[in-house]
């Protein structure tokens, strides 16, 4: 295999490399893997100092208990004791002791949810440590290996084999812009690679920068201060949303403008729903026509390529919500993209609160507006 076969980054540093990754939508542990991986194959050792990327706090304030027992047992006494089912001024009354039982009950239930909650964040984010400290020492591996093997006189090259893509296991992590070219990151029996892409849709369709971008600028819209009160209910054009946030940036990582560009340029909406309806229309119109896009639905959603519609997907599948959210869904019953996709976000905050879930009308927009894109695809 030629030199010219192996996959090189000219000229771009460290920092480059992990910055471009992380605002174009790759976790931090995962570019922190792959650029690791990257210097480890293509710079050899340097002097450095290992730091975790992302903080792991010592303590969560959230993760408390904060239980208190309401209900206090008044000992009876034989032949004394007055015994009865209602309250007075008394006596409490049976029905009075047992629902205070409940209702210590049905706290401590909480406290055991927050609990587990707190422990599979909290695995997360070990999980995520481990893997930072794994692309550290493949380093140290590499550097020791070097050291002992200097004497050869042979310059090495990093043996990177493409033939690993064909293996099984084989995981798609993401892609990336750096300098104006795609990238796409996989994770393979070799380790992480980064890729040049001809940018077709990813192997997880929800990880596609044109099924996010939809979602994103609905979230922005929705918990942007000033934005709905800019606006209000009534007209908008593209070139009045440019003008003001176009500079702004989406959670995605892209600015208001990259997402607004697919629009044309005298675009003119009743309001600011009827905008994000037709970024969600046209990008889900390109992604129809691109090749991959069927069997990346199907692989994200576990359903066949010969099915017709994606409206049917089941919500427990839709890896854009958290599992917490879904399973509240399911209990509501709202258990297909369909359905999510045609909620109020407002009647879905409502049923979330009530389950004790807090999240911003953002977030839910960014839900609905995605499953929108999604359906609109098949």
């Known amino acids: 295999m030629n030199k010219s076969d192996y996959l090189t980054m000219k000229d771009l540093t460290i920092e480059t490399v992990y910055d471009e990754m992380v605002a174009k939508g790759v976790t931090e542990y995962d570019a922190a893997t792959a650029v690791g991986l990257w210097i480890l194959e293509n710079l050899g050792k340097t002097k450095r100092v290992f730091n975790y990327k992302q903080t792991f706090s010592e303590h969560e304030p959230v993760c408390t208990s904060s239980f208190i027992r309401t209900f206090t047992h008044s000992d009876w006494i034989d032949g004394e004791s007055v015994v009865q089912a209602e309250q007075s001024t008394a006596e409490d009354g049976f029905n009075f002791r047992f629902h205070s039982i409940e209702d210590d009950f049905d706290t401590v239930k909480l406290e055991l949810l927050k609990a587990f909650d707190c422990m599979d964040d909290m695995r997360e984010h070990v999980y995520k440590r481990f893997e930072e400290v794994k692309t550290e020492l493949n380093r140290i591996n590499n550097d020791i290996y070097n050291c002992c093997n200097k004497d050869n006189g042979s310059t090495k090259w990093p043996q990177i084999q493409y033939g690993a893509l064909t293996q099984s296991g084989v995981k798609y992590m ?17 380790g992480m690679m980064m890729l040049p892409s001809a940018y077709t849709i990813g192997v997880d369709v929800l990880k596609d920068e044109r099924v996010q971008t939809p979602g994103a600028m609905a979230e922005f819209i929705e918990d942007t201060e000033g934005v709905k009160e800019h606006f209000g209910n009534g007209r908008v054009t593209k070139s009045e949303v440019l003008d003001k946030y176009g500079k702004e940036m989406l959670v995605t990582g892209k600015s208001v403008a990259e997402a607004l560009d697919i629009l044309p340029e005298k675009a003119k909406y009743t309001n600011l729903d009827a905008l994000i309806i037709d970024i969600a229309d046209r990008e889900a119109a390109i992604l129809r026509t691109r090749g991959g896009t069927e069997a990346a639905i199907a692989e994200s959603f576990g359903i066949d390529t010969k099915v017709e519609s994606i409206k049917d997907a089941p919500v427990s599948d839709f890896g854009a919500v958290p599992k917490k959210v879904r399973a509240v869904f399911l209990r509501k019953g709202i258990n297909t993209l369909n359905e999510l996709s ?14 004790g879930i807090k999240v911003s009308n953002g977030e839910i927009a960014n839900w609905v507006t995605t499953a929108k894109t999604l359906v609109n695809i098949r």
């Open 342 to 355: 045609s909620k109020n976000i407002v009647e879905i905050g409502k049923l979330l609160k009530s389950d």
């Open 174 to 190: 993401g892609a990336s812009k750096i300098n104006d070219s795609y990238v796409s990151v996989w994770e393979t029996a070799q």
